[in-house]
């Protein structure tokens, strides 16, 4: 049973322009939400992360935006750029370990 | 400190072998867990150690299935008559207890099996 779901396997976005890459989850007790990015052949780097009790996390060009009504949160990252090409998952945690989504696949073209 | 370390990086093995791959977590990382990505799937969780407790094991971790950390640094994750269906990417993670929420994990870049 999935729990954290990104319905997007691929999103190709403009150099400059905004990347915005969704995930939904279904376990309303979930508290805490990350994004990690991935290369190939390397193993996930962590980028960005929520608590429940906010809606908005920014760090530089990555900002979190998280609605809980609706239980889906969304990286944006403004502007994109071709480093940014990566796999990007979501994850959601209630404990000790984090439930992860099977990521999307960005493409930034320059 | 290089991060964290997984060795080896690649192991093909006939099916019914055994197998072991070695995680050397950050130093100070007080907690190490195993995730296990199969392709087209996000990572999946197996267990994690606090020091060398395991306290966590995930139902996906059948009795073919071991892993130890003794004395709190390295781990190891064996996985007796393997078969087919173990073939996936073994990614080892570590994590200072407490800021692992807010701050994620450290992975490592994984081990990846192929049971042929």
């Known amino acids: 049973d999935q729990q954290v779901k990104q319905n997007s396997p691929s999103l190709s976005v403009q150099e400059g322009r905004i990347s915005i890459l969704n995930c939904d989850y279904t376990n309303s007790m979930f508290d805490y939400f990350l994004w990690y990015k991935k290369y190939p052949a390397e193993g996930p780097t962590f980028l960005i992360s929520i608590s429940s009790i906010k809606d908005k996390n920014e760090d530089g060009r990555f900002t979190v935006f998280l609605n809980k009504s609706a239980k889906h949160l969304s990286l944006h990252i403004v502007p994109s750029q071709p480093g940014d090409s990566a796999v990007y998952f979501c994850?959601?945690?209630?404990?000790?370990?984090?439930?992860f989504g099977t990521g999307t696949s960005l493409t930034v073209i320059p | 400190d290089t991060g964290v370390s997984q060795d080896p990086r690649h192991k093909i093995t006939k099916r019914g072998q055994n197998v072991t791959f070695r995680c050397d977590p950050i130093?100070?990382?007080?907690?190490l867990y195993w995730y296990r990505q199969t392709l087209g799937q996000g990572p999946e969780f197996l267990t994690y150690f606090q020091n060398e407790a395991q306290l966590e094991k995930s139902r996906l971790l059948s009795d073919r299935f071991s892993a130890e950390r003794p004395k709190g640094s390295f781990s190891t994750l064996e996985i007796q008559r393997t078969e087919q269906g173990d073939s996936a990417m073994y990614l080892c993670?570590?994590?200072?207890?407490?800021?692992?929420?807010?701050?994620?994990?450290?992975f490592g870049s994984g081990t990846r099996l192929t049971v042929v």
């Open positions: 993670a570590s994590s200072l207890g407490g800021r692992d929420r807010a701050y994620g994990y450290t």
């Open positions: 994850a959601a945690s209630t404990g000790n370990q984090f439930y």
């Open positions: 130093s100070e990382h007080n907690r």
